[in-house]
């Protein structure tokens, strides 16, 4: 089920139109709080979220969306400066995409993220580290024995990284193989991605050196005691 939070209908019926024929499920709704209420009422499995509404805007509904989910949010907004397009990223989005815009762009950006993330339902390996898990299947991570809420990137970031411990990913890898070959953003977007997983590893009094920056290349995962 994919969901439509914009207060302009002539929008969400364009892309409704869009998405249902390409045999998508939709519900509609006209704010942030509509959308924070059909969170807890619908299976959603993907968010498209105005940043411009009444109510709750979608800022505020972004937020709200990752503190307590892990579905992915693409937003739609009029603002294309570079300073919106971090500040969503920041907030949790999944992608960005501006107004006015390609609905068969919008569409294969929603078969874009959606991919990504089915793609890692049929893995069935955890990885546990001294004070770290990580079930790839339900896309959990503990810290400390405490699950910990991540988005979307947040966890095929720590996943990718941990699969081989030690070892340097450029930021062109990590943007490449998290976010796809197709993505349009800057390495920027993995810096602050790391930095969000680092904090809420830390909140719960994990290793800071879990994700270590090596300057001038990007980042690996390292184990605690090596291991």
């Not at 907030?91 to 294969?108: H, N, Q, T």
């Not at 941990?162 to 490449?176: F, I, K, W």
Request: with cysteine; aromatic share 8%.
């Amino acid at each position: 089920m994919v969901m439509i939070a914009d207060d302009d209908p002539r929008i969400r019926s364009v892309v409704r139109l869009y998405l249902e024929a390409e045999d998508f499920q939709v519900i509609e709704v006209e704010n942030g709080e509509a959308a924070i209420k059909q969170l807890s009422e619908a299976q959603i499995d993907l968010i498209i979220l105005d940043l411009m509404m009444p109510a709750i805007d979608g800022w505020t509904a972004c937020k709200y969306i990752r503190k307590n989910t892990a579905v992915p949010v693409i937003m739609l907004t009029a603002k294309g400066e570079e300073n919106d397009r971090i500040l969503g990223l920041e907030l949790g989005a999944d992608d960005y995409i501006v107004k006015p815009f390609s609905p068969r762009e919008l569409v294969a950006r929603v078969k874009a993220v959606l991919r990504r993330s089915e793609s890692k339902q049929s893995e069935t390996y955890t990885y546990k580290f001294p004070g770290l898990a990580i079930n790839a299947v339900t896309r959990q991570v503990e810290v400390n024995n405490r699950e910990i809420k991540l988005t979307l990137k947040e966890f095929d970031l720590i996943h990718l990284l941990v699969q081989a411990p030690g070892r340097v990913y450029t930021r062109d890898e990590l943007l490449e193989q998290v976010w796809g070959f197709d993505y349009c953003g800057d390495t920027r977007t993995v810096d602050t991605h790391i930095n969000r997983l680092r904090y809420k590893i830390e909140e719960q009094g994990g290793s800071s050196g879990f994700i270590q920056t090596v300057r001038g290349v990007g980042y690996k995962f390292q184990p605690e005691d090596g291991q």
